[in-house]
């Protein structure tokens, strides 16, 4: 069973937000949609807040010091980050198991993971937060980056091979965006268009979505 009550209307020490696991996930937040994504795919019981990010609530910057989401709560644990959460989650609920079982494929995995948020998602963050004047260099250095995935998803359905990883739910949200990003894909890059499909059509990237999220295409 998952809810989804609106953050500003439920406090921070109310005894069931804090014996549930529970996320603080912001409507249209990339990072925090990686989060729902990996609790859908886990099947779980969990408890997401919605947290308008035009009014965010006071609980927030108490318990993440960057006054961002997401961020996650069970008990006494609070984790924010959405990588760090989302191998948490992996770890507490390890089916399926999203992150590599081999250490070696796993050392490997969080070095891909390591470099897409510097070579990629710090551009994210400047698309969702940054100033207008440096948003045409960010969309350049994603489809840049992007189009040089694309090869990859000729040869193999997904980031690590067949399986469906922690890589590709990092990388989803941003596929879903490209459109509201103003992010044009050439033709070119098909395998990564067809990949992006692939993503799309699971349940659970279905399950994840916001009312807000599901009007950002057409």
Same mark, same amino acid.
């Given at each position: 069973?998952?809810?989804?009550?609106?953050?500003?209307?439920?406090?921070?020490?109310?005894?069931?937000?804090?014996?549930?696991?529970?996320?603080?996930?912001?409507?249209?937040?990339?990072?925090?949609?990686?989060?729902?994504?990996?609790?859908?795919?886990?099947?779980?019981?969990?408890?997401?807040?919605?947290?308008?990010?035009?009014?965010?609530?006071? +609980?927030?910057?108490? !318990?993440?010091?960057?006054?961002?989401? /997401?961020? @996650?709560?069970?008990? =006494?644990?609070?984790?924010? *980050?959405?990588?760090?959460?989302?191998?948490?989650?992996?770890?507490?609920?390890?089916?399926?198991?999203?992150?590599?079982?081999?250490?070696?494929?796993?050392?490997?995995?969080?070095?891909?993971?390591?470099?897409?948020?510097?070579?990629?998602?710090?551009?994210?963050?400047?698309?969702?937060?940054?100033?207008?004047?440096?948003?045409?260099?960010?969309?350049?250095?994603?489809?840049?980056?992007?189009?040089?995935?694309?090869?990859?998803?000729?040869?193999?359905?997904?980031?690590?091979? +067949?399986?469906?990883? !922690?890589?590709?739910?990092?990388?989803? /949200?941003? @596929?879903?965006?490209? =459109?509201?990003?103003?992010? *044009?894909?050439?033709?070119?890059?098909?395998?990564?268009?067809?990949?992006?499909?692939?993503?799309?059509?699971?349940?659970?990237?279905?399950?994840?979505?916001?009312?807000?999220?599901?009007?950002?295409?057409?």
């Amino acid at each position: 069973m998952t809810l989804a009550p609106q953050a500003s209307s439920t406090n921070f020490d109310n005894k069931k937000v804090r014996t549930m696991m529970t996320l603080y996930s912001g409507t249209t937040c990339p990072f925090s949609h990686r989060c729902r994504i990996v609790l859908y795919e886990k099947g779980m019981d969990f408890q997401i807040l919605d947290v308008d990010l035009m009014n965010k609530p006071e +609980d927030l910057a108490v !318990m993440n010091p960057y006054n961002r989401t /997401p961020v @996650l709560v069970e008990r =006494d644990l609070i984790l924010y *980050e959405s990588n760090i959460i989302n191998e948490y989650i992996d770890e507490r609920f390890p089916h399926p198991q999203l992150m590599p079982a081999d250490p070696v494929m796993r050392a490997r995995a969080r070095l891909i993971l390591y470099r897409m948020e510097n070579e990629i998602f710090n551009h994210v963050d400047t698309l969702e937060r940054g100033k207008q004047a440096g948003h045409d260099k960010a969309r350049l250095y994603i489809r840049e980056s992007l189009i040089q995935l694309a090869p990859i998803f000729a040869k193999q359905k997904h980031m690590l091979g +067949d399986e469906f990883s !922690m890589l590709d739910v990092a990388i989803a /949200p941003l @596929l879903w965006r490209l =459109d509201q990003y103003q992010v *044009e894909i050439p033709k070119t890059a098909a395998p990564l268009l067809k990949y992006a499909e692939r993503l799309f059509s699971r349940q659970a990237f279905i399950d994840s979505m916001t009312a807000s999220e599901k009007a950002m295409r057409k």
